[in-house]
């Protein structure tokens, strides 16, 4: 007998008693090798019935080595303490109340880490049971999470350490000393204070928006947008902090679409993208600002379109991929790496698209499109 049949009349089995005929796996057309947890199934004697693919993926074990062996054989599960789970267990002679085991983490043999969970199927509430079945799921996924939160609580701890210390150093200097400084020295140092102020509560605003963007919670205002005056608003602040006028050049190609989105928003992705090119390019920063096409099939099909390049050395082919991923930083200049996984966020929750590529001058090129987005009540 193929191993596919052996898995196809294990899943028939699995069903105890009567049951109607759309019931189970089998009833409704799924084979078990189309799900995606492993599935191992052993019948009222404790021999495994049903081995999916899945299961023969995560352990690493043929499913016509496992089939007709018993369960403790076939899955032999220890605890993260090195004790036998079977034997803690004991699905087959322990409580007659019990209907389900929570997920954990347990270890097959090698040491390799699987999460399973399992339900006991009965004839009725306290009976024998009839059947046992096992889920089983392979922990990469999750030990990928774990990481980049271990990650993110480093990556603020850090860049939480440096501004706090200053502001404390400088607050405690003060007061400890006030009347030795002169108003030039006392000025310096709590304009610095106030910049390393500034600099916490921005790492907090990127900490609460990477929040909303991961749970599905962040919530847009939308309103009437000019992109092209929200464009010009940046370059004039970055002129008078000190930068030359020449360095910006800003096209709007005429007409553009209504806009309507979170001007809040808006302001945070241009910010972030310019201050990019400013921070980690060279040369003339240009920003074209162009009606375009949505860029997903909606009923309002028209967009507005934002490209920002510059002349530096761009990002190089091989980070291309990664650019807006948490922590990712395109030179040592300082920052978070935070500033471009949110800016993606933003736009996809207007409904938007953003993508990196090389600019006509060499320099790293990022270019977002926002659909209209106009209220249904206008529509």
């Known amino acids: 007998m193929s191993v ?28 078990p ?16 019935i049903c081995f ?35 034997q803690l267990t004991d699905p087959y002679g322990g409580l007659a109340t019990r209907v389900r085991q ?7 043999p090698g040491g390799r880490e699987v999460l399973v969970s399992a339900r006991y199927v009965r004839d009725e509430p306290t009976g024998p049971v009839q059947r046992f079945v096992v889920s089983l799921r392979d922990t990469e996924a999750r030990r990928r999470t774990e990481r980049s939160h271990a990650e ?90 000190g930068q030359p006028a020449d360095k910006f050049l800003l096209r709007i190609e005429q007409p553009l679409p209504a806009l309507w989105a979170d001007p809040d928003k808006v302001d945070q992705v241009l910010s972030n993208l310019l201050e990019n090119a400013v921070r ?20 309002d099909a028209a967009g507005t379109s934002v490209t920002v390049g510059d002349e530096g050395p761009g990002i190089p082919e091989e980070s291309m991929n990664r650019v807006f991923t948490r922590f990712w930083r395109g030179s040592k200049r300082g920052g978070t790496g935070l500033g471009l996984y949110i800016v993606k966020g933003i736009v996809e929750a207007h409904g938007g698209a ?26």
């Open 4 to 31: 596919g049949t052996s898995r196809a009349r294990g899943a028939r089995d699995v069903r105890p008693g009567p049951v109607p005929p759309h019931d189970g796996p089998a009833g409704l057309g799924i084979d």
């Open 152 to 241: 993110l609580i480093a990556t603020v701890a850090h860049e939480l350490r440096s501004p706090l210390t200053s502001v404390k150093g400088f607050t405690a200097t003060l007061l400890a000393k006030w009347e030795r400084f002169t108003d030039d020295q006392k000025r310096l140092m709590l304009e610095t204070v106030d910049a390393d102020a500034d600099r916490v509560t921005r790492l907090i605003a990127e900490l609460l928006d990477i929040s909303r963007i991961d749970s599905g919670r962040l919530e847009l205002r939308r309103q009437p947008v000019d992109m092209g005056a929200a464009v010009g608003r940046h370059i004039q602040a970055y002129v008078a902090a």
């Open 280 to 299: 980690h390019g060279e040369g003339t920063v240009t920003i074209d600002v162009t009606p375009s096409a949505s860029p997903r099939e909606r009923e």
């Open 33 to 48: 090798d189309d799900l995606p947890d492993g599935l191992v199934v052993a019948d009222e004697h404790g021999q495994v």
């Open 102 to 108: 929570p997920e954990r983490n347990l270890l097959l």
């Open 52 to 86: 999916n693919a899945a299961a023969e993926r995560i352990t690493a074990v043929r499913a016509e080595d496992a089939l007709g062996r018993r369960l403790e054989k076939a899955l032999p599960l220890e605890d993260l303490e090195g004790r036998r789970w079977w």
């Open 354 to 379: 953003i993508t990196v590529g090389r600019a006509p001058g060499g320099g790293a090129e990022f270019r977002f499109t926002l659909p209209v987005g106009t209220p249904a009540y206008l529509q």
